[in-house]
């Protein structure tokens, strides 16, 4: 059984920096494509990261996040992470990591969900 187990949203002041987590199970993360994607309220979810292991899967960062937030994992712990910097009010959002073993980047038809966090930023 794959599940996928964020953790650490919360509430962070303007230009400050958080990571989030999405530890694996039942899969090994460094054979798939890696995405973080956000729901902010009243809008759309959007891809904002995303990292093909593929050949021709490609990468992906949204222009709001560019230099500001990364992708990255750790193959011992098989987590996921997303490291975000500079954060602003409009980055509020509840995020969510998502992985695909066929997905190109950057895609919606994810198979594997977390189960979402919120992320506050307000002074």
């Known amino acids: 059984q794959v599940q996928l187990v964020q953790s650490g949203g919360g509430l962070v002041q303007p230009g400050g920096s958080l990571r989030l987590s999405c530890a694996a199970s039942g899969l090994t993360l460094s054979w798939y494509t890696l995405s973080w994607f956000r729901q902010a309220p009243g809008k759309e979810r959007e891809a904002i990261l995303c990292?093909?292991?593929?050949?021709?899967?490609?990468?992906y960062t949204a222009d709001s996040v560019k230099g500001r937030f990364a992708i990255t994992r750790d193959d011992a712990k098989n987590t996921l992470y997303l490291q975000m910097n500079n954060l602003k009010p409009e980055d509020t959002a509840v995020y969510y990591c998502?992985?695909?073993?066929?997905?190109?980047?950057?895609?919606?038809?994810?198979?594997?969900w977390g189960q979402g966090t919120q992320v506050t930023v307000s002074s």
């Open positions: 990292n093909a292991t593929h050949d021709d899967g490609g990468t």
């Open positions: 998502a992985v695909d073993f066929f997905a190109n980047c950057p895609g919606e038809k994810f198979e594997f």
